[in-house]
């Protein structure tokens, strides 16, 4: 999850450990840092191990409660040619025990402390994480050290995981039509080997030739101390963690990290239009996705140019008072509509439209629309209370990241684990208000008006022949 997206569902994010039966009586609410200051938004202390493993704290006093985040710099954008979905299958494969920890034992252990712990994979990291009772955080970190260090990968168990992993992928893409039409149209794009192209999950075909030998390869590689980052935030002081992690983590046996090697984004996109047609879809989908720069990557080099895609996106379409849902919902053509780009991507990002079609209104009327919007943007540019509107609505968001346990590791470890600087966590806000009206109609230009896209439909019904979505 980036920092884009934790501010999107922090206040969704796992809140049972907070509760006032874990209060602390003795210790007053800390006062939230003010969106926009120059104050640091978590303060955040940061060192490294000999072994190469970052450790960050991120304290807090407001209830007695740690989150011990481990991220590794490896994802779905680091799967091999033709092994797609492997970072994820070894995800799953990490729970089947530890040198000094038995199978299952791990989550038995942080369960009956009363906590939570799981994992997730995305395209540029893997994650394992627990939410324990704040003197709870030796055992999970003793336990997540070990399967750092040792993890047994048991060949009897990777078959059956396998089909828990292709059950997974039929239970979210293969049985849901916008799934499938969402994964299709990002290999229209990117194409179906680019790492953007790729779903994380895997293609099935894929994760039906992955085999022990390629998840000990990926381990190997991509899970060495210099590829990590450890982040801790909750009610934890700096002189334990430093302890605990010198106990635990430092034994880890340093070892050579291979580097990200990503693949530039395709000159053209590969399939500029794609429409698909599906007798259970009930309402029509339309989808845009241009090429764009993130803060790891540009085709000038100039990465700052993500900040000011922020603001072109939450002005297109961030809710009501954007220029999408004024055109498309509005006027009754559509009874949703968004813009999303995230910048904190190793690699190229996107910045995508999407709007559902209301029942009765003729497609090439809605996309009509949306050009038009388009076009509106790149002849005019953004005005003042736009800009002034995005800034205030994003950096606003950062409050609800203070508030959430799980948001703020989640955060600082999306930003770590792509290379780029604490203190671009730290001071995001003021990078925002600095962007001005010319660099957001620049931004708009160099991407809406010239970056290599693909426009999609998913219309319900059986295909025309004619290849028309109307």
Excluded at 50 to 74: K, M, Q, T
Excluded at 165 to 191: H, K, M, Y
């Amino acid at each position: 999850m980036t920092r884009r997206a934790a501010l999107c569902t922090a206040a969704a994010l796992p809140t049972a450990l907070a509760t006032p039966a874990l209060a602390s009586p003795a210790l007053a609410p800390e006062p939230a840092p003010k969106a926009g200051t120059d104050r640091p938004l978590f303060g955040a202390v940061t060192w490294t191990l000999a072994n190469g493993l970052r450790v960050v704290l991120a304290e807090s006093r407001r209830v007695p409660v740690a989150a011990h985040y481990l991220f590794y710099a490896a994802g779905a954008g680091e799967d091999p040619h033709g092994r797609s979905g492997l970072a994820h299958f070894l995800e799953h494969m990490m729970f089947k025990g530890s040198r000094n920890v038995a199978p299952g034992a791990f989550s038995l252990a942080v369960a009956r402390e009363g906590g939570q712990d799981n994992a997730f994979t995305s395209r540029d990291v893997t994650a394992y994480h627990q939410h324990v009772e704040a003197s709870r955080l030796a055992l999970v970190m003793r336990m997540e050290a070990d399967r750092f260090a040792a993890p047994l990968i048991p060949a009897d168990q990777v078959e059956p995981e396998r089909a828990v992993v292709l059950e997974e992928r039929r239970q979210r893409t293969d049985s849901n039509p916008r799934a499938r039409f969402f994964e299709a149209f990002a290999a229209a794009l990117w194409g179906p080997q680019h790492w953007h192209g790729r779903p994380v999950i895997g293609w099935e075909d894929e994760i039906r030739a992955i085999t022990r030998e390629d998840m000990l390869g990926f381990y190997e590689r991509r899970y060495a101390p210099a590829n990590a980052v450890l982040i801790v935030a909750g009610d934890v002081r700096e002189a334990t963690l430093r302890r605990l992690a010198e106990e635990f983590y430092a034994p880890v046996p340093a070892r050579p990290a291979a580097a990200r090697d990503r693949a530039p984004p395709p000159a053209a996109a590969r399939e500029p239009r794609l429409i698909h047609h599906d007798p259970s879809v009930r309402e029509a989908v339309f989808l845009r996705s241009f090429v764009a720069p993130s803060l790891t990557w540009a085709p000038q080099g100039d990465t700052g140019q993500a900040w000011a895609l922020e603001l072109v996106a939450h002005l297109l379409g961030s809710g009501p008072g954007s220029r999408l849902y004024r055109a498309l919902v509005e006027t009754g053509l559509a009874t949703g509509a968004g813009c999303s780009y995230d910048g904190e991507v190793a690699g190229a990002g996107s910045l995508g439209i999407n709007a559902t079609l209301r029942p009765g209104i003729a497609p090439e009327r809605l996309e009509a629309a949306v050009d038009a919007v388009l076009e509106d943007l790149l002849q005019h540019g953004p005005t003042e209370a736009e800009r002034e509107r995005a800034i205030r609505q994003i950096t606003a968001g950062a409050l609800l990241t203070l508030d959430s346990l799980g948001g703020v590791p989640r955060l600082l470890g999306s930003v770590l684990s792509i290379g780029l600087p604490l203190d671009l966590a730290e001071f995001w806000p003021r990078r925002l208000h600095a962007v001005t009206l010319a660099q957001i109609a620049d931004a708009a230009r160099d991407v809406v008006g010239r970056a290599p896209h693909t426009t999609g439909w998913l219309l319900p019904g059986t295909p025309a022949r004619t290849g028309s979505p109307a």
